[in-house]
C-alpha cells in the first residue's frame, strides 16, 4: 500500500507539472545519477528515460550506438541518466530498479537488455504479464552480472524502491514530463529537434568542443 500511494503521488505531481517540461535548466550531474563516459568531457548530456517508454528504447538501442561511438568513447561526452517512469508504471519502476540494483559501471549494459527486450515483453496488448516481466527482469539482472539470489534481494529492499520514486520525484520537479528528455550541459534541446541521432546533435555539440 505504501508503495502504491508513491505512485499515486508521483502521477498527481506529474499531472501538476506539465507546463514546467524543458523551459528551464538542471544540474547537469548529481549525486546518485548513472553515468557513462569520462567525468572530464567537456560536454554532458543529461537524458531522462523511463524503462517501459518505446521512443526510448528505440533511441538507445537505434541511435545511441552511433552517438556513444563518436562522443562517448571519445572522451567528448559524458552521459547522465535521469528516471522518469512512465506507463505502465510499476513495471517501469521495477525496470529502473533492477538496472540501479547492478554495479555502476553494468548500468548501460542492463539497460539496453531492458529496451531490447520490449518486443517479447510488449508481445500481447495490454499490461505485460507477470511471467514476461519476470523472464525480461531476469534477462537484464543477468547482463548485470546479478545472481538469482541477488535479484531477489534487490526486489526485497524497500530502499531500492524508494530511491526510484525519490528520483522521479525530482524529475518532475525539474520540469521534465516526457521521456526521452534531452538536456545538454544543463540546457534543454530545442523543441524542434526532433531526430536524435549523431546528425541531430552535432551542430549542438560540436560549437561546445571547438569553445573549450
Not at 49 to 69: E, I, M, N, Q, V
Not at 185 to 191: I, L
Request: glycine content about 6%; overall charge negative; hydrophobic content about 40%.
Amino acid at each position: 500500500m505504501a508503495r502504491l500511494s508513491r505512485v499515486l503521488l508521483t502521477l498527481l505531481i506529474a499531472i501538476a507539472a506539465p507546463t514546467l517540461a524543458l523551459a528551464q535548466t538542471v544540474e547537469p550531474v548529481r549525486p546518485g545519477d548513472r553515468t557513462l563516459g569520462s567525468a572530464d568531457a567537456p560536454v554532458t548530456l543529461t537524458v531522462y528515460l523511463s524503462t517501459t517508454c518505446s521512443h526510448c528504447a528505440a533511441w538507445h538501442t537505434r541511435d545511441f550506438p552511433d552517438f556513444k561511438a563518436r562522443f562517448v568513447d571519445t572522451g567528448q561526452v559524458r552521459i547522465v541518466y535521469r528516471d522518469l517512469p512512465t506507463p505502465p508504471q510499476e513495471i517501469a519502476t521495477v525496470g529502473a530498479v533492477m538496472a540501479r540494483c547492478v554495479p555502476e559501471d553494468r548500468y548501460d549494459a542492463v539497460l539496453d537488455t531492458l529496451y531490447r527486450g520490449h518486443a517479447q515483453l510488449f508481445a500481447q496488448p495490454g499490461s505485460p504479464p507477470r511471467p514476461a516481466v519476470m523472464t525480461w527482469l531476469s534477462a537484464a539482472g543477468q547482463a548485470g552480472g546479478l545472481t538469482r539470489e541477488q535479484m531477489n534481494a534487490c526486489f526485497s529492499n524497500e530502499a531500492s524502491f524508494t530511491e526510484v520514486d525519490e528520483r522521479a520525484a525530482q524529475s518532475f520537479a525539474d520540469g521534465v514530463d516526457t521521456t526521452p528528455s534531452f538536456f545538454i550541459n544543463g540546457e534543454p534541446v530545442p523543441d524542434t529537434m526532433t531526430a536524435r541521432d549523431v546528425a541531430a546533435f552535432e551542430p549542438l555539440i560540436q560549437p561546445l568542443l571547438d569553445g573549450r
